[in-house]
């Protein structure tokens, strides 16, 4: 594949002018506005006598595998207005923005946990959208340009000290650059995000009764997934994987199974070691694929070039890696979003009070002293704690869906966009929401009792070799962390 094709590859550009750099790119009107899309972004539209909607990137609907994506976008196209199409967009999988066109006035959706990016602003009046900032740059005047909010971001302890940095999901490093937030719909005349979910109550559910649902919906997913796409799934020694592969049984024969080698791993490895064993004991076919290869500077040069966040001295490198070894046309699969689930900010399961914005500030102390960070938390916090917003679900839970999946997880597979496109089973509103109807008990450390339920109604030899097994340094570290919680100095046991 040419370079100049990888360059902002499966991105998008919504302007109301035409950019004679992406010339290349498929265009069409949408409104007074023209859509650019890279070749290799899937997308799907529909008309009727009003109204006009594209959906850029992939869908499906588990429980109906006949449905294309075509008829999904019809289907969600007829509805009234946007509480009917947050009803469409409940069960659905997959990883994609909505926009639905009226006179020139624009809503956007976009997947359960947002993992398809969607960045705007607006200048002299004029709306522009696209799937990270600089393509925004490439129609605006002096919108984006790195002052004192991307410095203080750059320039932090945080991001000196940390190969996968993120901020909040909302906000941006320019100022008047917003971005779309998972559970909110956007209307471009007001510049207003939405929050259209959750709608209910919660109320926990009988486990037996949950867990059942749970796995037949993940298993459905897999199958489901299988068969509209060529799917190729990452497998470590861990939680998410694991449950993965127990739901493709049926399915094996028409996926690809690898583990990516990268940072220190080895042969001993427990994310080496254990992939490779149970796919022996199991019967199907694996490779190790190795990401430890001389990055060329060509390839840096472009993946620095996609986005304004690009990870090159570590994504970055596992991206090449991948490129290097996964065959054309596969889509990985992985676990992402998960850990939603699976009480990531709580892992004992015991949700702590949250008084305040900075209580969820001190899950990341090293954020304190970023302004724009705090001022998004601080935002984010401000409509979630109001009941009526929340409905009773826990306010980590949401924050780990929300803002930091939605953010973290989302510009990891816009950067890999360079090299497959991806397909997140748990990345389904109605999964999701199954999950945190069931009591913590079963979903909390240390033994993720519905993960290993669930592995054993859809394939119980998965659980042939353990689940990310302690090493010894492993076990010192949670011991140190453990006198450090109790000591004080560490406000949740993390």
């Not at 009988?206 to 459905?220: D, R």
């Amino acid at each position: 594949m040419s370079l100049k094709k990888l360059k902002f590859r499966r991105q998008f550009l919504l302007s109301p002018k035409l950019c004679p750099e992406l010339d290349s790119w498929s265009n069409q009107e949408l409104g007074k506005h023209q859509l650019h899309v890279h070749p290799d972004c899937l997308q799907t539209t529909a008309t009727n006598t009003s109204k006009k909607a594209v959906l850029l990137g992939h869908v499906l609907d588990p429980r109906n595998q006949e449905l294309s994506s075509s008829d999904i976008l019809e289907t969600l196209l007829k509805q009234n207005n946007e509480n009917g199409i947050e009803k469409v967009l409940y069960g659905l999988v997959g990883r994609f923005v909505l926009i639905v066109e009226e006179n020139n006035e624009f809503t956007f959706f976009n997947d359960a946990c947002g993992l398809k990016s969607f960045f705007y602003t607006e200048q002299k009046k004029e709306f522009y959208a696209a799937s990270q900032p600089l393509l925004l740059k490439l129609v605006t005047e002096n919108v984006i340009i790195k002052g004192k909010r991307f410095d203080s971001y750059h320039n932090s302890d945080y991001v000196k000290g940390s190969k996968e940095n993120w901020f909040p999901s909302g906000t941006s490093l320019y100022p008047d650059v917003y971005h779309l937030v998972a559970n909110h719909y956007l209307k471009s005349e007001t510049l207003k995000q939405t929050r259209y979910w959750p709608v209910k109550k919660l109320e926990i559910y009988s486990y037996e009764e949950a867990k059942q649902k749970f796995a037949e919906l993940l298993k459905l997913t897999l199958e489901t997934g299988s068969k509209k796409h060529n799917l190729g799934l990452g497998l470590t020694s861990g939680f998410d994987s694991r449950i993965l592969l127990s739901a493709s049984k049926k399915v094996t024969k028409d996926m690809l199974f690898y583990t990516l080698q990268y940072r220190n791993l080895d042969q001993n490895s427990n994310d080496i070691r254990i992939p490779v064993s149970l796919s022996k004991k199991l019967g199907f076919s694996h490779e190790v694929m190795d990401c430890r290869l001389q990055t060329t500077n060509q390839f840096k040069k472009i993946y620095l070039a996609n986005s304004d966040m690009a990870h090159l001295n570590d994504w970055g490198h596992i991206a090449f890696g991948i490129s290097q070894n996964l065959p054309e046309g596969t889509m990985s699969v992985k676990g992402s979003c998960s850990e939603t689930g699976r009480c990531f900010f709580y892992k004992n399961g015991i949700h702590p009070e949250i008084k305040s914005s900075h209580d969820i500030m001190s899950i990341n102390p090293k954020w304190k002293g970023i302004p724009f960070i705090e001022n998004q938390i601080a935002s984010w916090y401000d409509e979630i704690k109001d009941p009526n917003m929340n409905k009773g679900y826990n306010i980590l839970d949401l924050f780990h869906w929300e803002v930091s999946t939605g953010s973290w997880q989302t510009q990891s597979q816009l950067e890999w966009d360079i090299v497959h496109d991806t397909f997140t089973p748990f990345n389904n509103r109605e999964l999701l929401d199954l999950m945190l109807h069931i009591d913590t008990k079963y979903r909390s450390k240390p033994d993720y009792t519905l993960y290993k339920d669930t592995m054993k109604m859809l394939w119980p030899e998965v659980l042939l070799e353990p689940i990310n097994p302690e090493t010894p340094k492993v076990k010192l570290k949670y011991k140190f962390k453990s006198i450090l919680a109790k000591l004080g100095f560490e406000k949740y046991n993390r």
